[in-house]
């Protein structure tokens, strides 16, 4: 692209002086950010921080995955893991992982029921990090003596971390000969009952049709979508209307109708919940899923966001329709909501979110033994509740009722994240 | 305009076969009316007590009093006379619609639905991927715009029927068909199709001339008509139930026997009431450390993100994460980071422990502090919780706040030889003054409210100066009082004490700032 010369290029204005160290300055300030340090600092500090918030959804999705003792791991470990066994004549053997010649390797127990020493370092006899226990038959006597707590005990010659050392003998014990999974010539001994399993990482995708077929989560979840669908087709619906009659409309009273709108958005829902449980009892909605669709297809929220809307769009393109004959009903569904997509993606996000995570009222409204009309939410609050030695459950549960919002997020989050700010709808 | 075209033309305002029936039907209308209120007063028949007796009197006397006049109106072809029709029988139509659905157990009859539903959700996907390509169709032009409109149209439209009929409309029309000739459920479907067709027509173009309405008249009954399905549902849903709950605030109703007017007693025996004392003490303890945990990290983030560099929008998503999860989701993750035995957090001490231990001479023993049950720490866990799930909103509203901060500012700035931190101390946080008390009035009327985290993370228990209620909180006591001990009206002045405590800290709040001068307006 080309620019028209500059005419007073020449004439040294001050104004220009200022202008031109504005710019050095612009650059400066980009070159700053754009290069170096403070761009490393910046993303490192933001990635730190994004790996804080994101840490519970990771763990939480892997968790899913998980066996129920793998969750109650320590040290706890991110990825599921499982045990790892082989078929061997059609029986199942555990694989262990054990060290042979200081390399941990995949072994298989061959035989069971050696006697076996506890060996251990004299200067330092207490340290169960540091025994070892070996077959008597395979230790070599030194035929020297050393003295652990208070006794005389003799000293062996046994493998400790793929070399040898003297250790004195401490006690007896029994253990079982492992063989190498892939190499039957290694040969290593150890405790069976404390040898640690081998494992390797695994994903147990039945605890996601456990839950569902189970735990009844599948109705919750279909209950879920359900009245989500209908509360954000009615939200959309009212507050387009009204948020039509509040921006466009002349009626006596609409200004303190809508005060009365803003106000109300102030009150916080727990207040009513005692009424509206009364109202809904004597309705007899109490109990069905319907409590938890029809007080809430009204939101002020809405009416306000979408007036809000409303206001920006030019009054002349619907004074031109009014004078072309086209009624206020056209109008609105023509011209104005073709133009507010943004809005309306925003409200039907926002109202996507409320209605999905609802949490106090469909404890309220719904008993915790109709399973029938469960939601997710209360229905994970159960599993919560009964599931507390299998959380792999609980997890796979959170999952199922995180991933739909947060996929609609994803999709709708160029609208919606800009128009919270915008509105400051919370 | 139009008004004076309908002016000039007197003599053609004649008349319309509909206006005697629509006389006949308001005088009817003001009779039934009439009668219902009569009902009412004389306790027979309807029988409501108390302060919703005189309410529903009133209302019903409003009602036959503008049925009745409207009859003369109509006659003398009044204006007044078009509106009044119109907005009883749109308020007609409603109520009648509404009580043939309760009749017919429409309502209710979701339930079924929600059982075979799980059987549509195929066809959603399919009604899903037509609007996708509707969207599509957007953004190219020509005839394969018309081509994919089309084609989407029809997706759309063949994934609703199959989706109604495989969760089984038929059956649920018959079902509703077969309930509504039952004459509890005929009589108000019938009302309401007379209702909805006078409404319509007293809605439309016809009647202009009748009543020489003008423009002004008709665009007030077109916002009428706009707003009713909003206020309707307003009122119904909202302002009724607080109207009604203020009011059962002074009472000692139990949501089953009549209400006793108790004055203000609900309210003075709160204030010596030691669970609401200490939910009260509770809640401000939590809210002095989750609001500015909510808050400040979310201005500093705001201010990091504010670049135009690649990448801050995936950050800002990231962020904003917990936001949408939800809370029981959260609270249930949480529940298990916080184990004392096997969770992350005590096991990451454990290893920051081990990481200090490294300097010469340190040997200390990490805190394996007992999270959710300890009195001392599970208040702090809850602000833990709280704050990661309101950091990334709050960070959002910054951001738009600082969008509006004129560059040319940092600018000059830069010009005196400001400094980064100098920038955000004297620039950043001035000019987000605003966003600012907006964010902390909204995190902290969110906070006042606490309720699900502690329900889930540890399910609070009434039990005196014991461990069990470190997290009791003026909500969960409402919950407890409303819905496990029955004290309807007990709640209720909880619930309007803890608003009055949220209005009173907002405009405390609101005062401070704009005396500060921080809100110009």
Same mark, same amino acid.
């Given at each position: 692209?080309?620019?028209?010369?500059?005419?007073?290029?020449?004439?040294?204005?001050?104004?220009?002086?200022?202008?031109?160290?504005?710019?050095?300055?612009?650059?400066? !300030?980009?070159?700053?950010?754009?290069?170096?340090?403070?761009?490393?600092?910046?993303?490192?500090?933001?990635?730190?921080?994004?790996?804080?918030?994101?840490?519970?959804?990771?763990?939480?999705?892997?968790?899913?995955?998980?066996?129920?003792?793998?969750?109650?791991?320590?040290?706890?470990?991110?990825?599921?893991?499982?045990?790892?066994?082989?078929?061997?004549?059609?029986?199942?053997?555990?694989?262990?992982?054990?060290?042979?010649?200081?390399?941990?390797?995949?072994?298989?127990?061959?035989?069971?029921?050696?006697?076996?020493?506890?060996?251990?370092?004299?200067?330092?006899?207490?340290?169960?990090?540091?025994?070892?226990?070996?077959?008597?038959?395979?230790?070599?006597? %030194?035929?020297?003596?050393?003295?652990?707590?208070?006794?005389?005990?003799?000293?062996?010659?046994?493998?400790?971390?793929?070399?040898?050392?003297?250790?004195?003998?401490?006690?007896?014990?029994?253990?079982?000969?492992?063989?190498?999974?892939?190499?039957?010539?290694?040969?290593?001994?150890?405790?069976?009952?404390?040898?640690?399993?081998?494992?390797?990482?695994?994903?147990? +995708?039945?605890?996601?049709?456990?839950?569902?077929?189970?735990? /009844?989560?599948? !109705?919750?979840?279909?209950?879920?979508?359900?009245? %989500?669908?209908?509360?954000?087709? /009615?939200?959309?619906?009212?507050?387009?209307?009204?948020?039509?009659?509040?921006?466009?409309?002349?009626?006596?009273?609409?200004?303190?109708?809508?005060?009365?709108?803003?106000?109300?958005?102030?009150?916080?829902?727990?207040?009513?919940?005692?009424?509206?449980?009364?109202?809904?009892?004597?309705?007899?909605?109490?109990?069905?899923?319907?409590?938890?669709?029809?007080?809430?297809?009204?939101?002020?929220?809405?009416?306000?966001?979408?007036?809000?809307?409303?206001? /920006?769009?030019?009054?002349?393109?619907?004074?031109?329709?009014?004078?072309?004959?086209?009624?206020?009903?056209?109008?609105?569904?023509?011209?104005?909501?073709?133009?507010? +997509?943004?809005?309306?993606?925003?409200?039907?996000?926002?109202?996507?979110?409320?209605?999905?995570?609802?949490?106090? +009222?469909?404890?309220?409204?719904?008993?915790?033994?109709?399973?029938?009309?469960?939601?997710?939410?209360?229905?994970?609050?159960?599993?919560?509740?009964?599931?507390?030695?299998?959380?792999?459950?609980?997890?796979?549960?959170?999952?199922?009722?995180?991933?739909?919002?947060?996929?609609?997020?994803?999709?709708?989050?160029?609208?919606?994240?800009?128009?919270?700010?915008?509105?400051?709808?919370? | 305009?139009?008004?004076?075209?309908?002016?000039?033309?007197?003599?053609?305002?004649?008349?319309?076969?509909?206006?005697?029936?629509?006389?006949?039907?308001?005088?009817? #209308?003001?009779?039934?009316?009439?009668?219902?209120?009569?009902?009412?007063?004389?306790?027979?028949?309807?029988?409501?007590?108390?302060?919703?007796?005189?309410?529903?009197?009133?209302?019903?006397?409003?009602?036959?009093?503008?049925?009745?006049?409207?009859?003369?109106?109509?006659?003398?072809?009044?204006?007044?006379?078009?509106?009044?029709?119109? *907005?009883?029988?749109?308020?007609?139509?409603?109520?009648?619609?509404?009580?043939?659905?309760?009749?017919?157990?429409?309502?209710?009859?979701?339930?079924?639905?929600?059982?075979?539903?799980?059987?549509?959700?195929?066809?959603?996907?399919?009604?899903?991927?037509?609007?996708?390509?509707?969207?599509?169709?957007?953004?190219?032009?020509?005839?394969?715009?018309?081509?994919?409109?089309?084609?989407?149209?029809?997706?759309?439209?063949?994934?609703?029927?199959?989706?109604?009929?495989?969760?089984?409309?038929?059956?649920?029309?018959?079902? $509703?068909?077969?309930?509504?000739?039952?004459?509890?459920?005929?009589?108000?479907?019938?009302?309401?199709?007379?209702?909805?067709?006078?409404?319509?027509?007293?809605?439309?173009?016809?009647?202009?001339?009748? $009543?020489?309405?003008?423009? &002004? =008249?008709?665009?007030?009954?077109?916002?009428?008509?706009?707003?009713?399905?909003?206020?309707?549902?307003? *009122?119904?849903?909202?302002?009724?139930?607080?109207?009604?709950?203020?009011?059962?605030?002074?009472?000692?109703?139990?949501?089953?026997?009549?209400?006793?007017?108790?004055?203000?007693?609900? @309210?003075?025996?709160?204030?010596?009431?030691?669970?609401?004392?200490?939910?009260?003490?509770?809640?401000? @303890?939590?809210?002095?450390?989750?609001?500015?945990?909510?808050?400040?990290?979310?201005?500093?983030? &705001?201010?990091?993100?504010?670049?135009?560099?690649?990448?801050?929008?995936?950050?800002?998503?990231? @962020?904003?994460?917990?936001?949408? &999860?939800?809370?029981?989701?959260?609270?249930?993750?949480?529940?298990?980071?916080?184990?004392?035995?096997?969770? #992350?957090?005590? #096991?990451?001490?454990?290893?920051?422990?081990?990481?200090?231990?490294? *300097?010469?001479?340190?040997?200390?023993?990490?805190?394996?502090?007992?999270?959710?049950?300890?009195?001392?720490?599970?208040?702090?866990?809850?602000?833990?919780?709280?704050?990661?799930?309101?950091?990334?909103?709050?960070?959002?509203?910054?951001?738009?706040?600082?969008?509006?901060?004129?560059?040319?500012?940092?600018?000059?700035?830069?010009?005196?030889?400001?400094?980064?931190?100098?920038?955000?101390?004297?620039?950043?946080?001035?000019?987000?003054?605003?966003?600012?008390?907006?964010?902390?009035?909204?995190?902290?009327?969110?906070?006042?409210?606490?309720?699900?985290?502690? $329900?889930?993370?540890?399910?609070? =228990?009434?039990?005196?100066?014991?461990?069990?209620?470190?997290?009791?909180?003026?909500?969960? #006591?409402?919950?407890?009082?409303?819905?496990?001990?029955?004290?309807?009206?007990?709640?209720?002045?909880?619930?309007?004490?803890?608003?009055?405590?949220?209005?009173?800290?907002?405009?405390?709040?609101?005062?401070?700032?704009?005396?500060?001068?921080?809100?110009?307006?």
């Amino acid at each position: 692209m080309t620019t028209p010369p500059d005419r007073t290029t020449t004439a040294e204005h001050p104004e220009r002086t200022v202008a031109r160290q504005l710019q050095a300055a612009r650059a400066r !300030r980009r070159r700053r950010i754009r290069t170096g340090f403070g761009r490393l600092a910046l993303y490192a500090f933001l990635g730190g921080f994004a790996l804080l918030m994101v840490f519970p959804f990771v763990y939480m999705a892997a968790s899913a995955l998980k066996t129920p003792a793998d969750t109650f791991r320590y040290p706890p470990k991110v990825l599921p893991r499982e045990a790892e066994v082989i078929v061997v004549d059609g029986e199942e053997l555990p694989v262990y992982s054990l060290p042979v010649e200081g390399n941990p390797t995949d072994v298989l127990l061959a035989e069971q029921g050696i006697e076996a020493g506890v060996f251990v370092d004299p200067d330092n006899p207490d340290d169960p990090e540091d025994q070892v226990a070996w077959p008597l038959a395979l230790a070599e006597d %030194t035929g020297r003596t050393a003295v652990v707590d208070g006794e005389e005990v003799g000293v062996f010659v046994v493998p400790v971390g793929g070399d040898t050392e003297e250790r004195a003998l401490a006690r007896t014990t029994v253990v079982g000969r492992f063989i190498g999974q892939d190499d039957p010539s290694l040969e290593t001994f150890a405790v069976v009952r404390t040898a640690p399993a081998a494992e390797a990482i695994t994903a147990r +995708w039945e605890n996601f049709s456990d839950v569902l077929d189970r735990r /009844g989560l599948d !109705r919750a979840l279909t209950n879920t979508i359900l009245v %989500t669908g209908l509360v954000v087709l /009615g939200i959309l619906f009212t507050s387009i209307m009204g948020g039509y009659a509040f921006a466009r409309i002349r009626f006596p009273g609409r200004n303190a109708l809508f005060l009365a709108y803003l106000g109300s958005i102030m009150i916080p829902f727990i207040v009513v919940i005692v009424p509206l449980f009364q109202l809904m009892v004597s309705l007899g909605w109490i109990d069905h899923l319907g409590v938890l669709v029809w007080p809430f297809l009204f939101n002020a929220y809405g009416t306000f966001l979408m007036r809000q809307f409303f206001m /920006g769009i030019p009054k002349e393109l619907d004074e031109a329709a009014v004078i072309d004959g086209a009624k206020r009903w056209r109008i609105l569904w023509r011209i104005y909501v073709p133009l507010s +997509w943004p809005a309306i993606a925003t409200l039907g996000t926002f109202s996507f979110l409320y209605a999905w995570n609802s949490f106090v +009222w469909p404890l309220v409204a719904i008993q915790t033994a109709n399973e029938e009309d469960w939601v997710l939410t209360t229905a994970l609050r159960q599993l919560g509740g009964q599931s507390v030695e299998s959380p792999n459950l609980i997890f796979a549960g959170i999952v199922i009722a995180v991933v739909v919002p947060m996929a609609i997020f994803v999709a709708a989050q160029r609208y919606f994240v800009e128009n919270v700010a915008t509105s400051g709808i919370k | 305009m139009t008004t004076e075209v309908l002016a000039s033309r007197p003599a053609t305002r004649g008349d319309a076969w509909w206006l005697t029936p629509l006389v006949i039907w308001q005088a009817v #209308y003001a009779a039934a009316a009439a009668l219902a209120t009569g009902l009412v007063v004389a306790r027979t028949g309807i029988v409501i007590t108390g302060t919703p007796r005189l309410v529903a009197i009133g209302i019903l006397g409003l009602i036959t009093l503008f049925a009745a006049l409207s009859v003369p109106w109509i006659i003398r072809r009044n204006h007044r006379g078009r509106l009044a029709a119109f *907005l009883l029988n749109l308020v007609l139509a409603v109520g009648a619609g509404f009580l043939t659905l309760q009749e017919t157990n429409v309502f209710n009859g979701l339930d079924a639905l929600g059982g075979t539903f799980g059987r549509g959700i195929p066809f959603l996907a399919l009604m899903a991927v037509g609007w996708l390509i509707a969207g599509w169709a957007g953004k190219v032009t020509g005839p394969t715009a018309r081509a994919l409109r089309l084609a989407a149209r029809w997706l759309v439209i063949i994934g609703l029927a199959l989706l109604l009929i495989r969760v089984g409309l038929l059956p649920g029309v018959w079902t $509703f068909l077969t309930r509504l000739v039952q004459p509890a459920a005929l009589t108000p479907a019938a009302v309401a199709v007379v209702a909805s067709l006078w409404t319509r027509i007293l809605l439309s173009d016809e009647p202009n001339p009748i $009543f020489r309405s003008t423009k &002004a =008249q008709l665009e007030i009954m077109d916002g009428l008509f706009f707003v009713s399905p909003n206020v309707l549902g307003f *009122l119904a849903f909202l302002a009724g139930p607080l109207a009604f709950s203020l009011f059962v605030s002074f009472t000692d109703w139990d949501g089953l026997s009549e209400a006793a007017w108790v004055g203000i007693s609900n @309210y003075t025996d709160l204030v010596t009431d030691p669970f609401f004392l200490k939910s009260l003490r509770n809640i401000l @303890y939590f809210g002095v450390l989750a609001v500015p945990l909510s808050v400040l990290p979310a201005l500093g983030l &705001a201010a990091l993100l504010n670049t135009k560099m690649p990448g801050m929008k995936f950050f800002r998503a990231l @962020y904003f994460l917990p936001a949408v &999860a939800g809370v029981v989701g959260v609270a249930l993750i949480w529940k298990q980071l916080y184990n004392a035995t096997v969770g #992350y957090i005590n #096991y990451g001490l454990v290893r920051l422990w081990d990481l200090i231990n490294l *300097l010469p001479g340190l040997d200390l023993a990490p805190p394996q502090p007992q999270w959710l049950s300890s009195p001392s720490t599970a208040m702090l866990s809850m602000v833990i919780v709280f704050s990661f799930s309101t950091i990334g909103l709050n960070t959002v509203l910054f951001l738009a706040g600082l969008q509006s901060v004129p560059g040319d500012l940092y600018e000059a700035a830069e010009l005196d030889g400001a400094g980064p931190w100098a920038k955000f101390r004297r620039i950043t946080i001035p000019m987000l003054a605003p966003t600012t008390v907006f964010v902390v009035i909204t995190t902290t009327i969110l906070a006042l409210q606490l309720f699900s985290e502690p $329900f889930i993370l540890n399910a609070p =228990q009434l039990s005196p100066n014991g461990p069990g209620n470190a997290t009791l909180t003026p909500v969960i #006591y409402l919950y407890q009082n409303a819905f496990e001990r029955f004290n309807q009206g007990y709640a209720s002045a909880i619930g309007w004490a803890l608003f009055l405590l949220i209005f009173a800290i907002t405009i405390v709040y609101f005062r401070t700032q704009r005396d500060r001068g921080v809100l110009s307006t």
